[in-house]
């Protein structure tokens, strides 16, 4: 086989062999097809797409590419959990414990943030000394002690991913349904999980910016996990504001903590208390919204968060401190009425330019910057009434507050914000 074949046959529109997916990424891992060749392969997909055929040979093709989690040690209906990424999304720092607090294991590997979004570990390394690498063996058994771990995916896991994605990111072909579909199930599959539940965020803050394309997305993930036996939902989450109240690594986590100690937003609240519901439910155990609530208010979750804080090596005396940002800043409304919109994907950029996120892979991180909003789409507002606080470690200029301003919205007529748009089962 030739890779320049593979590549015009993908450009001229033709459906790929399981043997030419399979000899492609396995090429590739192996080095043996250079970089240069897949970007032109992964934008031969941009434009002529992939059969479902292909995507689950894709998928498959790189679960094979490397190491493969085998979760059997652990007795019960394993779970786990993936955002297709978003501004402010704590989600699985509360929903991970929330459901581990019912007995149901949760075994959850977390990535990084990237440009507006953010990332779980990052969040969890923003308390002192947390670990989130972790042998196999230690990861399983912290899984069979207290029921939970997240921590980071191991380099041996889905290698062909690793690459591809880098790729994608440098060649303008990470937003195409196939190559999110197979580079998310890849993951997940290889994770080990017996069920999943997949987050995938549509809006101006997420890949996916229409309902169409996020129900695609959603369509396609869902197929692929049940196809290899793994039972999987999708929940479609509207990522056009940002999620609660803080963007920022320890604000998200004082967010998360605030929340499992029932005093958070109500809007999110019952959002995590859904999801917990549906995570449950493919665990096998039907719950109410009361009894979900009750154990994310009453403490038991908080209380699985802290176990596991402990066990991955995190000071709890350090989880509950505030941020330690040199410069606060509060934000007031410039008009009366409603917040119409608070744009994710500018919020997000303007976190990561505090510090709270990485524009390049390579950039370090200031866990202490960000920003905690005060009112959300569809509150109403006074002229002169706090909006939000910014934290940073530099004074910030005039430019930035004027920026931030512009970018929150005053009209006179009430929008409703809804979090669950849609769920594909
Ligand atoms: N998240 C992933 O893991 N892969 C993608 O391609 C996009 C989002």
Known sequence: MRTVDLIQKKRDGFELSTEEIKWLVEGYTDGSVPDYQMAAFAMAVYFRGMT???????????????????????????????????????VTLILAPLVASFGVPVAKMSGRGLGHTG????????????????????????????????????????????????????????????????????????????????????????????????????????????????????????????????IGNRLEVLEAIEIMKGQGREDVTHFICELAQIMLQLAGQEKSLDDIRDALVNGKALQKFEEMIIAQGGDLVDLHRPSSAAFVTEVKAEADGYITALPALEFGLFAMRLGAGRAVKTDSLDYETGIVFDKKVGDSVKTGEKIATIYTNEILSDKMLTEFQKNVKIGNERVESQEILKIIS
Do not use: C, W
């Open 52 to 90: 479902m055929r292909e995507t689950r040979d894709l998928t498959m093709s790189m679960v094979a590419s490397g190491e493969q989690i085998d979760l059997s040690a652990i007795s019960g209906i394993k779970t786990d959990k993936h955002s297709t990424g978003g501004v402010g999304d704590k």
């Open 119 to 246: 990332g779980t570990l990052d969040k969890l390394e923003s308390v002192k000394g947390y670990q989130i690498e972790r042998t196999q063996e230690e990861f399983i058994k912290q899984v069979q002690d207290i029921g939970l771990s997240v921590i980071g995916q191991s380099d041996n896991m889905v290698k062909a991913d690793k690459l591809l994605y880098a790729l994608r990111d440098v060649t303008a072909t990470v937003d195409i349904i196939p190559l999110i579909a197979s580079s998310v199930m890849s993951k997940k599959i290889a994770a080990g999980a017996d069920s999943i539940l997949l987050d995938v965020t549509v809006g101006d803050g997420a890949f996916m910016k229409t309902l169409e394309d996020a129900e695609k997305l959603s369509e396609t993930m869902v197929a692929l996990g049940n196809e290899v036996g793994r039972k999987t939902v999708a929940v479609i989450t509207n990522m056009s504001q940002p999620v609660g109240r803080a």
